[in-house]
């Protein structure tokens, strides 16, 4: 199956300057294995958005369709087939 | 001669470069990535290894976490590793912070970065990535380490001495807050606590074995060291061997952040004074610089060329540094985003003022 991850313009110039990109990924994938797919193509975004140790920077917010993904089961959420998945820095820092 | 002066601000990097340490270029907030994600983070530490050259400098990008970014020709272009250049293992379960601090020895490559949470790292290939300091990492008071205000850090590095007459490859002096000041004389395979003499205000002890919160050591040029602490300003030519001795006559408080020690004569070191733990404001809100040419022994004041009026921005624990010049210059930076430059013994001079306010700053000739 094929998600699209939707990354912020800061971030592009990390992913080839693009701003959508597909991510296969198997029908019963979670949130981190989408992010490790999209890292595997792209390994400059994993430590903007991932400490070292694989966890979610505090100030990144990713949402799953509309949810941010802390409001749901975090790196653990479902992502199905055809979902949205957008990364956006939050409103705090700057 | 030229100069170049290196400012991490809270808002980005600023570059000054001048002949004389009176008139200067100002440049910046360098742009240090095309997204400018990282232009504007707060730098930390910056480092100019001597060796090379390379400006290194430690970025903190509020959203997009901690890098470290280089530049090969004084700042007009940077760039940052293909992978993240400082990382915990996996096994430690930490991540990084911050970078507080870079250090250089004799050997031309080596770099050590001292990082928040409390941790040393090390380069062998000019910064581009390093390796953590197992022993100290491992040490059994890590447990006992914690964060002061401004964070949890090893924040000196002082390669290859261990006091006055003992240097080796081998040695190093690091300082943390708090945790207080660690020796090695094995290259880092062991660590053992130096901090006889100082104070701990906020612990039972008056004198714990570690735990103190030092804020700053400067390495005389004979291998004695100056200590700013939370609370107390200190001398030793040998802290393993001798302790720490209070030399306070003259400041007008014992607390502070910045300490920086003449490169060329040992007796002679820069003190910024701040009023109290309490209160981190310039004493009589007076931008304030103490230097004493004898040990520590008396403290007067160098403010000739500073304002006048009030003042209430200090000076952080890496906000002042001297060049090394064979006639040698002294900078500091305030959190109200000043930078002033002096020669030797002579008045300050303003560099820029308005940055944000000025977290650290390096200097080289050029």
Redesign the interface.
Same mark, same amino acid.
């Given at each position: 199956m094929s998600v699209t991850v939707h990354l912020p313009g800061l971030l592009r110039a990390d992913a080839g300057g693009a701003a959508h990109l597909p991510v296969d990924a198997d029908p019963s994938a979670v949130l981190r294995d989408v992010l490790d797919g999209l890292v595997s193509e792209h390994p400059g975004l994993d430590r903007r958005i991932r400490d070292e140790q694989g966890r979610l920077r505090r100030y990144v917010n990713v949402f799953v369709d509309a949810e941010e993904c802390r409001a749901l089961n975090g790196l653990d959420t479902p992502v199905p087939e055809g979902t949205d998945v957008r990364i956006l820095p939050s409103v705090a820092g700057g | 001669m030229t100069y170049l002066l290196v400012i991490g601000t809270r808002k980005g990097l600023f570059t000054a470069t001048g002949e004389d340490r009176r008139t200067w270029e100002v440049r910046g907030p360098h742009r240090l $990535? /095309? &997204? $400018? =994600?990282a232009s504007?983070s707060a730098v930390y530490a910056v480092g100019i290894d001597p060796h090379s050259g390379r400006i290194l400098a430690g970025a903190e990008? !509020? =959203? *997009? %976490?901690p !890098?470290v970014w280089y530049s090969d020709d004084a700042g007009e272009h940077w760039r940052e590793p %293909?992978? &993240?250049p400082l @990382? *915990?293992p996996?096994d430690t %379960? @930490? /991540?990084?912070t911050r970078v507080w601090q870079f250090a250089f020895g004799d050997v031309p490559g080596v770099v050590h970065a001292g990082v928040e949470p409390h941790a040393l790292f090390r380069s062998a290939d000019g910064g581009q990535s390093f390796e953590l300091v197992r022993a100290l990492w491992d040490h059994p008071h890590r447990a006992d380490w914690f964060p002061g205000a401004g964070g949890g850090a090893v924040h000196t590095i002082l390669p290859g001495v261990l006091g006055c007459g003992e240097r080796s490859p081998e040695a190093m002096t690091v300082a943390m807050s708090t945790g207080g000041v660690y020796q090695t004389g094995d290259g880092g395979a062991s660590w053992a606590p130096a901090n006889r003499g100082i104070s701990a205000v906020f612990l039972p002890e008056d004198e714990p074995e570690y735990g103190q919160c030092v804020h700053k050591v400067a390495l005389a040029p004979d291998g004695s060291m100056y200590a700013q602490n939370h609370h107390g300003v200190y001398r030793s030519e040998h802290p393993a061997r001798d302790g720490w001795q209070a030399v306070e006559k003259g400041l007008p408080t014992n607390f502070g952040f910045a300490m920086v020690a003449h490169p060329h004569r040992p007796g002679t070191a820069l003190n910024f004074p701040v009023v109290s733990q309490e209160v981190h404001l310039p004493p009589e809100h007076r931008l304030g610089v103490y230097r004493t040419d004898d040990g520590g022994g008396r403290w007067l004041p160098a403010t000739e060329g500073l304002p006048e009026e009030p003042y209430f921005g200090i000076v952080l624990r890496d906000a002042a540094c001297t060049d090394g010049a064979d006639s040698p210059g002294f900078y500091f930076g305030t959190r109200s985003g000043d930078v002033y430059a002096a020669d030797d013994g002579g008045p300050w001079h303003r560099v820029a003022a308005h940055l944000p306010d000025v977290l650290c700053v390096r200097a080289t000739e050029v």
């Open positions: - | $990535d /095309s &997204a $400018d =994600h504007m990008s !509020s =959203h *997009f %976490g !890098s %293909g992978t &993240a @990382a *915990f996996e %379960g @930490a /991540s990084l």
